[in-house]
Protein backbone atom coordinates (compact mmCIF):
# COMPACT_ATOMS: atom_id res chain seq x y z
CA UNK A 1 0.00 0.00 0.00
CA UNK A 2 1.39 3.28 -0.80
CA UNK A 3 2.38 6.28 2.01
CA UNK A 4 -0.99 7.88 0.55
CA UNK A 5 -3.61 5.43 1.12
CA UNK A 6 -1.64 4.45 4.53
CA UNK A 7 -2.13 7.87 5.87
CA UNK A 8 -5.40 8.30 4.69
CA UNK A 9 -6.70 4.77 5.99
CA UNK A 10 -5.18 6.02 9.16
CA UNK A 11 -6.78 9.70 8.87
CA UNK A 12 -10.09 7.49 8.84
CA UNK A 13 -9.09 5.21 12.00
CA UNK A 14 -8.09 8.07 13.99
CA UNK A 15 -11.61 9.81 13.19
CA UNK A 16 -13.57 7.18 14.00
CA UNK A 17 -12.00 6.48 17.35
CA UNK A 18 -12.97 9.45 18.19
CA UNK A 19 -16.19 9.36 17.79
CA UNK A 20 -16.65 6.02 19.22
CA UNK A 21 -14.99 8.20 22.33
CA UNK A 22 -17.42 10.54 22.56
CA UNK A 23 -20.23 8.14 22.18
CA UNK A 24 -18.90 6.12 24.68
CA UNK A 25 -18.95 9.30 27.20
CA UNK A 26 -22.67 10.33 26.44
CA UNK A 27 -23.38 6.69 27.08
CA UNK A 28 -21.91 6.79 30.47
CA UNK A 29 -23.54 10.11 31.11
CA UNK A 30 -26.89 8.85 30.15
CA UNK A 31 -26.30 5.18 32.26
CA UNK A 32 -25.37 6.61 35.13
CA UNK A 33 -26.38 10.42 35.84
CA UNK A 34 -29.42 10.26 33.96
CA UNK A 35 -31.20 6.32 33.64
CA UNK A 36 -34.38 5.32 33.21
CA UNK A 37 -36.27 6.95 29.66
CA UNK A 38 -34.41 9.90 29.35
CA UNK A 39 -31.14 7.71 29.99
CA UNK A 40 -32.30 5.38 27.11
CA UNK A 41 -33.64 8.05 24.58
CA UNK A 42 -30.00 9.77 25.17
CA UNK A 43 -28.45 6.15 24.44
CA UNK A 44 -30.38 6.10 21.19
CA UNK A 45 -29.93 9.70 19.89
CA UNK A 46 -26.19 9.19 20.72
CA UNK A 47 -26.09 5.77 18.56
CA UNK A 48 -27.96 7.50 15.57
CA UNK A 49 -25.76 10.71 15.44
CA UNK A 50 -22.70 8.76 15.47
CA UNK A 51 -24.17 6.06 12.64
CA UNK A 52 -24.62 9.29 10.68
CA UNK A 53 -21.18 10.69 11.89
CA UNK A 54 -18.79 7.10 10.66
CA UNK A 55 -21.29 6.69 7.59
CA UNK A 56 -19.05 8.95 4.79
CA UNK A 57 -22.28 9.53 2.76
CA UNK A 58 -24.11 10.61 5.22
CA UNK A 59 -21.81 13.41 6.56
CA UNK A 60 -23.67 16.18 4.59
CA UNK A 61 -26.19 17.46 5.29
CA UNK A 62 -27.51 14.21 7.24
CA UNK A 63 -25.15 13.98 9.80
CA UNK A 64 -25.50 18.06 10.60
CA UNK A 65 -29.10 18.10 10.91
CA UNK A 66 -29.32 15.01 13.13
CA UNK A 67 -26.54 16.34 15.55
CA UNK A 68 -27.60 19.91 15.77
CA UNK A 69 -31.43 18.59 16.54
CA UNK A 70 -30.28 16.43 19.55
CA UNK A 71 -27.78 19.01 21.03
CA UNK A 72 -30.54 21.85 20.85
CA UNK A 73 -33.01 19.09 22.27
CA UNK A 74 -30.00 17.77 24.71
CA UNK A 75 -27.88 20.38 25.30
CA UNK A 76 -24.45 19.60 26.94
CA UNK A 77 -24.45 15.70 26.91
CA UNK A 78 -24.31 15.73 22.81
CA UNK A 79 -21.95 18.91 22.83
CA UNK A 80 -19.02 16.75 21.61
CA UNK A 81 -20.43 15.15 18.80
CA UNK A 82 -21.44 18.78 17.28
CA UNK A 83 -17.64 19.32 17.48
CA UNK A 84 -16.88 16.70 15.43
CA UNK A 85 -19.88 18.26 13.06
CA UNK A 86 -18.36 21.45 13.24
CA UNK A 87 -14.54 20.03 11.96
CA UNK A 88 -15.68 18.39 9.09
CA UNK A 89 -17.95 21.55 8.33
CA UNK A 90 -14.82 23.64 8.51
CA UNK A 91 -12.51 20.70 6.70
CA UNK A 92 -15.12 21.17 3.97
CA UNK A 93 -15.11 24.97 3.76
CA UNK A 94 -19.11 25.25 4.85
CA UNK A 95 -18.44 27.75 7.54
CA UNK A 96 -21.55 29.24 7.36
CA UNK A 97 -23.45 25.79 8.11
CA UNK A 98 -20.94 25.65 10.92
CA UNK A 99 -21.34 28.92 12.95
CA UNK A 100 -25.94 28.34 12.09
CA UNK A 101 -25.71 24.95 13.79
CA UNK A 102 -23.87 26.93 16.42
CA UNK A 103 -26.36 29.64 16.85
CA UNK A 104 -29.49 27.30 16.22
CA UNK A 105 -27.84 24.91 19.15
CA UNK A 106 -27.87 28.12 21.47
CA UNK A 107 -31.17 29.50 20.69
CA UNK A 108 -33.16 26.30 20.79
CA UNK A 109 -31.44 25.84 24.64
CA UNK A 110 -32.48 29.52 25.42
CA UNK A 111 -35.87 28.30 24.91
CA UNK A 112 -35.81 24.63 25.81
CA UNK A 113 -37.25 23.37 29.31
CA UNK A 114 -34.63 20.49 28.87
CA UNK A 115 -32.69 19.73 32.27
CA UNK A 116 -29.31 19.55 30.48
CA UNK A 117 -30.01 22.61 28.28
CA UNK A 118 -26.59 24.68 28.22
CA UNK A 119 -28.00 27.58 29.97
CA UNK A 120 -29.04 25.79 32.51
CA UNK A 121 -25.52 25.34 34.37
CA UNK A 122 -23.60 28.17 32.23
CA UNK A 123 -22.16 25.40 30.62
CA UNK A 124 -22.78 27.29 27.26
CA UNK A 125 -18.92 28.70 27.72
CA UNK A 126 -17.36 25.63 27.46
CA UNK A 127 -19.18 24.65 23.97
CA UNK A 128 -18.61 27.37 22.60
CA UNK A 129 -15.07 27.02 23.03
CA UNK A 130 -15.16 23.84 22.21
CA UNK A 131 -16.84 24.99 19.23
CA UNK A 132 -14.84 27.58 18.42
CA UNK A 133 -11.13 24.72 18.54
CA UNK A 134 -13.09 22.88 16.69
CA UNK A 135 -13.68 25.11 14.02
CA UNK A 136 -10.37 26.47 13.76
CA UNK A 137 -8.98 22.53 13.66
CA UNK A 138 -11.01 22.19 10.68
CA UNK A 139 -9.76 24.81 8.80
CA UNK A 140 -5.92 24.05 9.49
CA UNK A 141 -6.59 20.51 8.61
CA UNK A 142 -8.84 21.38 5.18
CA UNK A 143 -6.28 23.60 3.81
CA UNK A 144 -3.34 21.30 4.82
CA UNK A 145 -5.23 18.58 2.75
CA UNK A 146 -5.77 20.76 0.63
CA UNK A 147 -2.39 22.09 -0.19
CA UNK A 148 -0.91 18.62 -0.14
CA UNK A 149 -3.10 17.92 -3.05
CA UNK A 150 -2.25 20.85 -4.83
CA UNK A 151 1.55 19.91 -4.45
CA UNK A 152 1.25 16.18 -5.62
CA UNK A 153 -0.42 17.47 -8.44
CA UNK A 154 2.15 19.83 -9.04
CA UNK A 155 4.95 16.87 -8.59
CA UNK A 156 3.13 15.05 -11.19
CA UNK A 157 2.73 17.36 -13.79
CA UNK A 158 6.74 18.24 -13.10
CA UNK A 159 6.87 14.82 -13.57
CA UNK A 160 5.36 14.29 -16.80
CA UNK A 161 6.92 17.47 -18.07
CA UNK A 162 10.39 16.28 -17.43
CA UNK A 163 9.19 12.80 -18.89
CA UNK A 164 8.03 14.98 -22.46
CA UNK A 165 11.02 16.80 -22.15
CA UNK A 166 13.62 13.50 -21.55
CA UNK A 167 11.18 11.89 -24.71
CA UNK A 168 11.67 15.27 -26.72
CA UNK A 169 15.53 14.80 -26.28
CA UNK A 170 15.53 10.74 -27.49
CA UNK A 171 13.61 12.08 -30.48
CA UNK A 172 15.75 14.83 -31.37
CA UNK A 173 19.02 12.42 -31.05
CA UNK A 174 17.62 9.98 -32.76
CA UNK A 175 16.86 12.35 -35.71
CA UNK A 176 20.34 13.61 -35.54
CA UNK A 177 21.72 10.40 -35.82
CA UNK A 178 19.53 9.22 -38.65
CA UNK A 179 20.36 12.49 -40.54
CA UNK A 180 24.20 11.95 -40.28
CA UNK A 181 23.98 7.89 -41.43
CA UNK A 182 22.33 9.32 -44.40
CA UNK A 183 25.20 11.64 -45.07
CA UNK A 184 27.64 8.73 -44.29
CA UNK A 185 25.67 5.85 -45.94
CA UNK A 186 25.00 8.42 -49.21
CA UNK A 187 28.61 9.14 -49.48
CA UNK A 188 29.73 5.34 -49.37
CA UNK A 189 26.99 4.11 -52.17
CA UNK A 190 27.99 6.96 -54.00
CA UNK A 191 31.71 5.90 -54.00
CA UNK A 192 30.13 2.21 -54.89
CA UNK A 193 28.01 3.39 -57.54
CA UNK A 194 31.02 5.71 -59.26
CA UNK A 195 33.89 2.70 -58.78
CA UNK A 196 31.63 0.39 -60.67
CA UNK A 197 30.40 2.57 -63.08
CA UNK A 198 34.09 2.98 -64.31
CA UNK A 199 34.48 -0.19 -64.50
CA UNK A 200 31.59 -1.24 -66.13
CA UNK A 201 32.70 1.25 -69.07
CA UNK A 202 35.60 -0.70 -69.42
CA UNK A 203 34.70 -3.73 -70.32
CA UNK A 204 36.59 -4.84 -73.27
CA UNK A 205 38.89 -6.66 -70.77
CA UNK A 206 36.52 -8.25 -68.75
CA UNK A 207 34.17 -11.48 -69.33
CA UNK A 208 30.99 -10.85 -70.10
CA UNK A 209 29.51 -12.25 -66.77
CA UNK A 210 31.81 -9.87 -64.67
CA UNK A 211 30.33 -6.79 -67.13
CA UNK A 212 27.07 -7.98 -66.14
CA UNK A 213 27.76 -8.38 -62.52
CA UNK A 214 29.42 -4.76 -61.91
CA UNK A 215 25.60 -3.44 -63.97
CA UNK A 216 23.78 -5.04 -61.73
CA UNK A 217 25.58 -4.02 -58.53
CA UNK A 218 26.05 -0.04 -60.15
CA UNK A 219 21.95 0.09 -60.53
CA UNK A 220 21.43 -1.65 -57.04
CA UNK A 221 23.42 0.89 -55.27
CA UNK A 222 21.76 4.02 -57.13
CA UNK A 223 18.99 2.13 -56.48
CA UNK A 224 19.82 2.06 -52.59
CA UNK A 225 21.05 5.63 -52.94
CA UNK A 226 17.50 6.93 -54.00
CA UNK A 227 15.56 4.97 -51.44
CA UNK A 228 18.12 6.45 -48.89
CA UNK A 229 17.08 9.70 -49.97
CA UNK A 230 13.51 8.78 -49.84
CA UNK A 231 13.62 7.83 -46.52
CA UNK A 232 15.93 9.67 -44.61
CA UNK A 233 16.19 12.97 -46.34
CA UNK A 234 12.98 14.84 -45.21
CA UNK A 235 15.34 14.97 -42.22
CA UNK A 236 17.59 17.72 -43.88
CA UNK A 237 16.08 21.60 -44.34
CA UNK A 238 15.22 21.91 -47.38
CA UNK A 239 18.35 23.17 -49.44
CA UNK A 240 18.33 23.80 -53.14
CA UNK A 241 22.07 24.46 -53.44
CA UNK A 242 23.20 20.64 -51.80
CA UNK A 243 24.77 19.37 -54.03
CA UNK A 244 26.04 15.50 -54.75
CA UNK A 245 29.15 16.19 -53.46
CA UNK A 246 27.52 17.92 -50.22
CA UNK A 247 27.27 14.41 -49.15
CA UNK A 248 29.84 13.63 -47.82
CA UNK A 249 29.61 13.46 -44.11
CA UNK A 250 31.42 16.06 -42.31
CA UNK A 251 33.03 14.73 -39.83
CA UNK A 252 34.86 17.55 -37.39
CA UNK A 253 37.79 16.62 -35.89
CA UNK A 254 37.09 16.81 -31.81
CA UNK A 255 41.00 18.48 -31.60
CA UNK A 256 39.04 21.37 -33.54
CA UNK A 257 36.84 21.30 -30.98
CA UNK A 258 39.00 21.86 -28.23
CA UNK A 259 40.82 24.75 -30.25
CA UNK A 260 37.56 26.48 -30.52
CA UNK A 261 36.68 26.34 -27.05
CA UNK A 262 40.03 27.41 -26.05
CA UNK A 263 39.73 30.43 -28.07
CA UNK A 264 36.68 30.92 -25.94
CA UNK A 265 38.59 31.40 -23.04
CA UNK A 266 38.24 27.66 -21.45
CA UNK A 267 41.27 25.67 -20.44
CA UNK A 268 40.97 22.18 -21.87
CA UNK A 269 43.50 19.82 -21.66
CA UNK A 270 43.10 16.59 -24.61
CA UNK A 271 45.27 13.32 -24.74
CA UNK A 272 44.13 11.30 -27.87
CA UNK A 273 45.44 7.30 -28.00
CA UNK A 274 45.20 5.47 -31.08
CA UNK A 275 43.96 6.85 -34.52
CA UNK A 276 40.50 8.03 -34.96
CA UNK A 277 40.38 7.30 -38.40
CA UNK A 278 40.43 3.48 -37.57
CA UNK A 279 37.74 3.77 -35.14
CA UNK A 280 33.68 3.71 -37.14
CA UNK A 281 32.34 6.36 -38.28
CA UNK A 282 29.19 5.90 -35.57
CA UNK A 283 32.07 6.34 -32.90
CA UNK A 284 33.36 9.46 -34.16
CA UNK A 285 30.36 11.04 -34.41
CA UNK A 286 29.08 9.89 -30.87
CA UNK A 287 32.57 10.76 -29.39
CA UNK A 288 32.15 14.37 -31.12
CA UNK A 289 28.55 14.57 -29.68
CA UNK A 290 30.04 13.57 -25.94
CA UNK A 291 32.69 16.20 -25.98
CA UNK A 292 31.05 18.99 -27.61
CA UNK A 293 28.29 18.46 -24.31
CA UNK A 294 30.49 18.00 -22.06
CA UNK A 295 32.16 21.74 -22.84
CA UNK A 296 28.99 22.95 -23.51
CA UNK A 297 27.71 21.54 -19.84
CA UNK A 298 31.30 23.18 -17.99
CA UNK A 299 30.70 26.39 -19.70
CA UNK A 300 27.51 26.86 -18.16
CA UNK A 301 27.71 25.13 -15.23
CA UNK A 302 31.41 25.43 -13.76
CA UNK A 303 32.60 28.38 -15.78
CA UNK A 304 36.58 28.73 -15.30
CA UNK A 305 37.08 25.10 -14.84
CA UNK A 306 40.16 22.82 -15.94
CA UNK A 307 38.72 20.31 -18.54
CA UNK A 308 40.72 17.27 -19.19
CA UNK A 309 39.63 15.01 -22.09
CA UNK A 310 40.75 11.57 -22.63
CA UNK A 311 39.78 9.71 -26.31
CA UNK A 312 41.38 6.14 -26.68
CA UNK A 313 40.14 4.74 -30.86
CA UNK A 314 42.37 1.46 -29.97
CA UNK A 315 40.36 -1.81 -30.67
CA UNK A 316 38.15 -3.32 -28.61
CA UNK A 317 36.07 -0.62 -27.46
CA UNK A 318 35.99 3.54 -28.12
CA UNK A 319 36.28 5.39 -24.94
CA UNK A 320 36.21 8.53 -23.92
CA UNK A 321 36.48 10.43 -20.79
CA UNK A 322 35.55 14.31 -19.98
CA UNK A 323 36.60 15.58 -16.52
CA UNK A 324 36.35 19.00 -14.93
CA UNK A 325 37.45 20.54 -11.63
CA UNK A 326 34.92 23.17 -9.70
CA UNK A 327 34.25 26.67 -11.62
CA UNK A 328 35.09 30.06 -10.47
CA UNK A 329 32.06 29.87 -8.47
CA UNK A 330 33.08 26.43 -6.55
CA UNK A 331 30.23 24.14 -8.17
CA UNK A 332 30.74 21.82 -10.40
CA UNK A 333 29.15 20.87 -13.93
CA UNK A 334 25.54 19.96 -12.76
CA UNK A 335 25.37 17.98 -15.95
CA UNK A 336 23.08 15.36 -14.69
CA UNK A 337 19.86 18.28 -15.02
CA UNK A 338 20.71 18.17 -18.66
CA UNK A 339 18.72 17.15 -21.44
CA UNK A 340 21.34 16.70 -24.27
CA UNK A 341 23.04 13.94 -21.54
CA UNK A 342 19.85 12.11 -22.31
CA UNK A 343 20.29 12.31 -26.24
CA UNK A 344 24.04 11.54 -25.71
CA UNK A 345 22.96 8.21 -24.04
CA UNK A 346 20.34 7.42 -26.31
CA UNK A 347 23.07 7.67 -28.94
CA UNK A 348 25.77 5.40 -26.76
CA UNK A 349 23.08 3.04 -25.85
CA UNK A 350 22.27 2.69 -29.35
CA UNK A 351 26.23 1.82 -30.45
CA UNK A 352 26.02 -0.79 -27.19
CA UNK A 353 27.84 0.89 -25.33
CA UNK A 354 27.35 2.66 -21.46
CA UNK A 355 27.41 6.33 -20.33
CA UNK A 356 28.20 7.60 -17.19
CA UNK A 357 28.05 10.84 -15.19
CA UNK A 358 28.77 11.64 -11.76
CA UNK A 359 30.98 13.46 -9.40
CA UNK A 360 34.82 11.52 -9.36
CA UNK A 361 35.79 13.15 -6.16
CA UNK A 362 37.50 16.34 -4.89
CA UNK A 363 34.94 18.36 -6.43
CA UNK A 364 35.43 17.37 -9.67
CA UNK A 365 33.08 15.79 -12.50
CA UNK A 366 33.38 12.95 -15.01
CA UNK A 367 31.88 12.03 -18.32
CA UNK A 368 32.60 8.80 -19.86
CA UNK A 369 31.16 6.51 -22.22
CA UNK A 370 32.78 2.97 -23.53
CA UNK A 371 31.53 1.83 -26.88
CA UNK A 372 32.76 -1.88 -28.26
CA UNK A 373 34.03 -1.89 -31.65
CA UNK A 374 33.08 -5.00 -33.95
CA UNK A 375 36.42 -6.82 -34.98
CA UNK A 376 35.70 -6.68 -38.55
CA UNK A 377 34.05 -3.67 -39.25
CA UNK A 378 33.17 -2.37 -42.28
CA UNK A 379 34.66 0.97 -42.13
CA UNK A 380 37.80 0.18 -40.65
CA UNK A 381 40.66 1.79 -42.58
CA UNK A 382 38.61 3.66 -45.24
CA UNK A 383 38.63 7.45 -44.76
CA UNK A 384 35.22 9.39 -44.60
Known amino acids: MSTKGVSKWAAVAGRSALVAFFMLITVVDAVTVRGGWTGAAIILSAAVCGVALLVPCLRWPTAPLLVTAATAWWGSVTVALLAVVMFDLAATRRLRPACGCAAAVLAANVLGYSPTRLWADESYLTAIVVWIFALVLGLWFGNRRRLLSAL ?13 REDAARVAERSRI ?36 LALLRTASTQALGDLRDVLGALHEPDPTRTEAALRPILRDVQELVDEARRAGQRVGMLTVGDSEQAPTTHRLAVYRIVQEALTNVRKHADGA ?74 KGTPA
Not at 152 to 164: I, P, S, W, Y
Not at 311 to 339: F, H, L, R
Open 152 to 164: AADVEHLRVEAQL
Open 178 to 213: AAEMHDVLAHRLSLIALHTGVLATRNDNLPEPVTER
Open 306 to 379: LVTVRIDYQPPATWVEVTNTPGTTGKTSAVESGYGLVGLRERVTALGGHLSTGPAGAGTWRLSARIPQSVDHEE
